[in-house]
């Protein structure tokens, strides 16, 4: 196949997980008699560009129309977002425009709001745009794409700040999204985006982030080539511990900025590790089906030994660890978390029942796998 971001057809396959349920479809109990739908879950490498990203992709409407994960609930994320913004407003004008895409519940856009700034959030869960719009965060529900920013800049709005937090990845066609941010941003306004980071996927096993919400894993070089043919620069980039360690990139319009040795250095490296050839990805590869073994039989000679056991976090990462492993009934009572939404809800393919965290102690539970980082 071609990549979707430089469209070469140097690619090659680096894992498959097979067919695998979507990771945030939860199910209520009277869907559990139907036919789930798996899809296949492969990673691939461009060659060309060094894009990691996925072989088969799933409709986004399919995935992000409705979508249970509401951003505030994540203490983590809302103090990132907080520090974040308290950052930026001493360098904006008073009246700057913000926007946020995928901006979920306004969890990032409330700071905003309460410094006196205007904002707007585009969000394409019906159920999550309307929460944020009763919660008074003007939100747009809808996909982000070149069509919109266009509809918008139409109606006189152009945004000196763009905020995309942890939804680049999520987009199939990255370079209409890329194109949209371009028109939509003002002349020396800046794009703050967050990835998370491939290095420590790697480094770090976090396989399971990999789903099919996830069309794209980014390193640093291929995130330069796709701004960069259009007409964008990344100018700064930091790294933050969220969702495991993530990239914070800043951008803007060519000539308008300064690059930073922070840029520079993180280039330097990567191109030292050879990120571009599949041969970089066989020790990952490894690592995934001996882990697979060792916690499999971890968990059986605890069940033979009687041991309840239960899980925490129905988390999409679960989804991926659960279904790839074959972690089912067999292994698992059910799940808990401390979202709300989730509850009574059962977890895509293995069909394990969501549970509040005080079931842990009332089931009086022995051992708990985390699928929550």
Not at 7 to 14: A, D, K, L, R, Y
Not at 18 to 36: F, Y
Not at 220 to 229: E, Y
Not at 334 to 351: A, E, M, N, Q
Request: with cysteine; hydrophobic share 40%.
């Amino acid at each position: 196949m071609n990549c979707r971001s430089c469209v070469s057809n140097n690619t090659q396959s680096i894992f498959s997980f097979g067919k695998i349920p979507l990771a945030n479809r939860l199910l209520k109990s009277t869907q559990l008699s139907e036919v789930e739908p798996t899809y296949n879950l492969e990673i691939i490498l461009c060659e060309n560009c060094g894009l990691v990203q996925l072989k088969d992709i799933v409709d986004p409407k399919i995935l992000f129309s409705e979508y249970l994960y509401y951003s505030s609930n994540a203490v983590t994320m809302l103090k990132s977002a907080n520090c974040l913004v308290d950052k930026l407003i001493p360098t904006l004008k008073k009246d700057a425009k913000i926007v946020e895409i995928a901006s979920n519940d306004g969890y990032l856009l409330q700071y905003y709001q309460a410094a006196g700034f205007e904002v707007l959030g585009i969000e394409p869960a019906k159920n999550i745009a309307a929460h944020a719009n009763a919660n008074g965060i003007h939100t747009h529900c809808a996909f982000f794409t070149e069509a919109l920013a266009d509809t918008l800049i139409q109606k006189n709005l152009k945004a000196d700040i763009i905020h995309a937090n942890n939804v680049m990845a999520h987009v199939p066609n990255i370079n209409d999204f890329v194109c949209g941010i371009k028109k939509l941003l003002t002349p020396n306004g800046q794009a703050i985006i967050e990835v998370p980071y491939l290095l420590n996927l790697i480094n770090n096993l976090q396989f399971d982030t990999i789903y099919h919400e996830h069309v794209y894993y980014f390193s640093l070089s291929p995130l330069l080539s796709l701004f960069n043919r259009h007409e964008l620069m990344i100018f700064d980039i930091e790294e933050i511990p969220i969702h495991g360690g993530s990239l914070r990139i800043y951008v803007g319009h060519k000539n308008k900025h300064t690059v930073t040795q922070a840029v520079l250095e993180m280039y330097r490296n990567e191109r030292q590790l050879d990120l571009k050839k599949i041969h970089y990805y066989q020790k990952f590869t490894n690592r995934i089906s001996t882990l697979k073994i060792n916690l499999c039989n971890q968990l059986n000679l605890l069940k033979k030994q009687k041991n309840r056991i239960a899980a925490y976090g129905a988390s999409a990462k679960g989804t991926t660890l659960l279904n790839y492993f074959g972690i089912g009934k067999n292994i698992i009572e059910f799940v808990v978390d401390l979202s709300i939404f989730k509850h009574g809800y059962h977890t895509p393919g293995t069909h394990l029942k969501i549970q509040p965290v005080e079931y842990l102690s009332k089931e009086k539970i022995d051992y708990t796998l985390l699928l929550t980082w």
